[in-house]
């Protein structure tokens, strides 16, 4: 025999031929990971533009009474070259936040198709009661009852898409129902909402109730002001999922829906009762990259000649009424082990050849290995149409089907194929308890390798990797 063919036959030969095909099975899989993405963007365009004709994420805040008053301060300007001081009057605004709010927050979700995709879209009823009362030592916070132009006080109320306003809202003070405005909303909502001229002089307590109807898409969230804010929610989603800077207390979880409530202190969220400048949209908020520019403490508009300044970060809670299953997370998970699940199918049929003394040729490593990467495709394909989980099923089925026949053929057993097809079903059996065990997948997967070495070393511990021929010591 000559030094080409000893070359050819040795099983280092053959391991490193090996390792070259798994390489280049590396670009198709990669194209694959890359296909998940693209799918994910069309997804994610599609469910926009079901969300654009009914509302997207919400954000609540208010109410915030705010009273515009007189006060006065220097300028200094430049007359002949000369630094010239002098006083001018001028108008700012006065935030009064509540001392209680309590709102409750009924969520009915929906979920609509365009083509094969599908957003989750819901419906929500807020009421909500909150007090308002002047602190008893105004003065310290730089204005006086005197110069509060009580006349021209307003209730504000923010909604983060106004467009989710479709059926109104009503408002009413001390019992006495007011009329309510487009716009003025908080900033912590984006300026959107709505406002009322509230009359009112500051003494003794405003009592408020609202109650609105909203239109929104994937997630609520409030925004907590003023002493005390408790927010109730309920919903039939059974999978929310709980965000923002508080949690909800012994949130309650089951199938048929979801209840919870918070309660948060004015000294968790480190903001006065009142103020000369309002609070801008949190830092996590849908769509707060414009309430972020106006979040410079520099930063003032003018709004119905006064002067409104937009300082700081507000802090929210968060509903998300996420999916059950996030198909195309999940996809993409399962395609960060498909170099695993060629590598153990690769390591098997070496093992077959170098130890049993079946001839694998490269082209049926290849084919092999197109058949494991096309399972992913296979998975997205369906996942996007039945679901994942059947997706799955399905997919999985088909590809042991495929592999386990040709298999029989390629190592010119049966006994063989049928082991095979063993070691194929628990990989895709153990991928998908990967799957749905994040949490421990590391651990899962790290066991799982140590064993394989094991059983690799083990069965190959007799082989002369230089060796021209195939060691066949034991039976496989």
């Known amino acids: 025999m000559d030094d080409t063919v000893r070359r050819e036959r040795s099983p280092g030969i053959r391991l490193l031929f090996v390792i070259l095909v798994g390489l280049a099975l590396s670009v198709p899989l990669l194209l694959v990971y890359a296909l998940v993405y693209d799918r994910q963007d069309q997804a994610n365009i599609a469910q926009a533009s079901i969300n654009a004709g009914w509302g997207g994420a919400q954000v609540l805040s208010g109410p915030l009474l705010v009273v515009p008053f007189r006060t006065t301060q220097s300028q200094n300007e430049t007359v002949d070259g000369k630094a010239v001081s002098r006083v001018v009057e001028v108008e700012k605004l006065f935030y009064i936040a509540p001392q209680a709010n309590k709102v409750a927050t009924s969520i009915v979700p929906e ?44 209730l504000r109320f923010g909604v983060s898409d106004a467009r989710g306003l479709t059926t109104g809202g009503s408002v009413s003070a001390n019992d006495k129902p007011l009329a309510v405005q487009p716009g003025k909303g908080p900033a912590a909502s984006n300026g959107q909402g709505f406002f009322a001229f509230v009359a009112w002089d500051g003494q003794g307590e405003l009592a408020v109730r609202y109650d609105l109807s909203l239109r929104g898409s994937r997630s609520l969230s409030l925004v907590p002001r003023g002493g005390s804010t408790t927010w109730t929610v309920t919903s039939a989603w059974p999978s929310p999922s709980f965000a923002g ?39 996590d908020a849908p769509d707060s990259t414009y309430v972020q520019a106006r979040s410079d403490p520099s930063a003032a508009v003018t709004a ?30 399962a395609v960060k082990y498909g170099f695993l699940f060629i590598g153990f199918t690769f390591l098997a049929y070496l093992l077959f050849d170098i130890v049993a003394g079946a001839r694998v040729a490269t082209a049926e490593y290849l084919l092999t290995g197109a058949g494991l990467v096309l399972f992913f495709v296979l998975l997205l394909a369906f996942a996007e149409v039945i679901g994942f989980t059947a997706s799955y099923v399905l997919a999985s089925g088909a590809t042991i089907a495929l592999l386990s026949a040709y298999s029989a053929a390629v190592l010119r057993s049966r006994r063989r194929a049928g082991f095979m097809a063993a070691l194929l079903v628990g990989l895709y059996a153990l991928l998908f308890v990967l799957l749905n065990l994040e949490a421990w997948s590391l651990l899962i997967g790290s066991v799982m390798l140590f064993v394989a070495l094991a059983g690799v070393m083990y069965a190959t511990r007799n082989v002369e990797w230089a060796a021209a021929g195939r060691e066949r010591r034991t039976g496989v």
Request: net charge neutral; no cysteine.
């Open 304 to 333: 119905g000649g006064a002067q409104e300044v937009v300082s700081g970060q507000s802090a929210a809670v968060t509903i998300g009424l996420i999916e059950p299953v996030n198909l195309y997370s999940k996809v993409n998970r």
């Open 245 to 283: 800077a508080f949690l909800p207390e012994h949130p309650q979880v089951s199938g048929k829906g979801f209840t919870a409530q918070w309660t948060v202190d004015k000294l968790a969220l480190g903001q006065p009762p009142v103020g000369m400048e309002d609070f801008g949209a949190p830092a």
């Open 111 to 154: 979920e609509r198709r365009k083509s094969i995709y599908r957003s989750v879209l819901y419906s929500a009823t807020v009421k909500g009661a909150a007090q308002f009362a002047l602190p008893a030592d105004l003065e310290r916070f730089g204005v006086t009852r005197e110069r509060l132009e009580w006349d021209r006080a307003e």
